[in-house]
């Protein structure tokens, strides 16, 4: 292997390495035109897509490294604490996509894989999964326990976002 192979983006960074080589977070499709678009886990602002300026769905992917940062907005956070081999967590998880789509660039949702994060785990007390954890300003204004219908969910949001 030669030098340069070895200085690939996530072969020394291990925050580079846990999102899949990317620091600055995932590749999302836009709702509105279909462009692809690089989705940071934190930012200033809010994503819009680098063709239409559209809002994009906000859905990023954290552990007990860089929970802080991705909680680090002024927009509302649904913290989603699941585990993979939750049947329930699986069921919310479109859910969750879809809301994120509708409530684009107000709405920010952070997916915490509890087996591989205890530390986000134990903070949000989260003993029953999934637990989904609603923050506004950096304060917890709504908890979730078990897996909940769209309607449901969406109002929680929408009264989240009002207040």
């Not at 886990?41 to 906000?58: E, N, T, V």
């Not at 859905?59 to 490294?65: I, L, T």
């Not at 684009?104 to 530390?119: M, Q, W």
Request: charged share 20%.
């Amino acid at each position: 292997m030669s030098q340069s192979a070895d200085r690939s983006p996530g072969a020394t960074c291990p925050a580079m390495r846990h999102h899949g080589g990317m620091a600055s977070g995932n590749v999302r499709p836009c709702p509105s035109c279909g462009t692809r678009n690089r989705v940071p886990l934190s930012a200033a602002g809010r994503p819009r897509c680098a063709k239409c300026k559209a809002d994009l769905p906000w859905v990023v992917d954290a552990g007990d490294g860089d929970l802080a940062a991705a909680l680090d907005t002024s927009r509302l956070v649904l913290i989603d604490l699941w585990a993979p081999w939750c049947g329930p967590c699986r069921m919310v998880a479109p859910v969750l996509e879809a809301l994120a789509t509708k409530y684009a660039g107000e709405l920010k949702v952070v997916k915490v894989n509890v087996d591989e994060a205890p530390v986000a785990a134990g903070r949000f007390q989260a003993q029953s999964i999934p637990t989904l954890v609603v923050m506004k300003d950096g304060a917890v204004v709504e908890r979730v326990v078990g897996a909940q219908p769209e309607p449901v969910l969406d109002r929680l949001v929408a009264a989240s976002l009002t207040r």
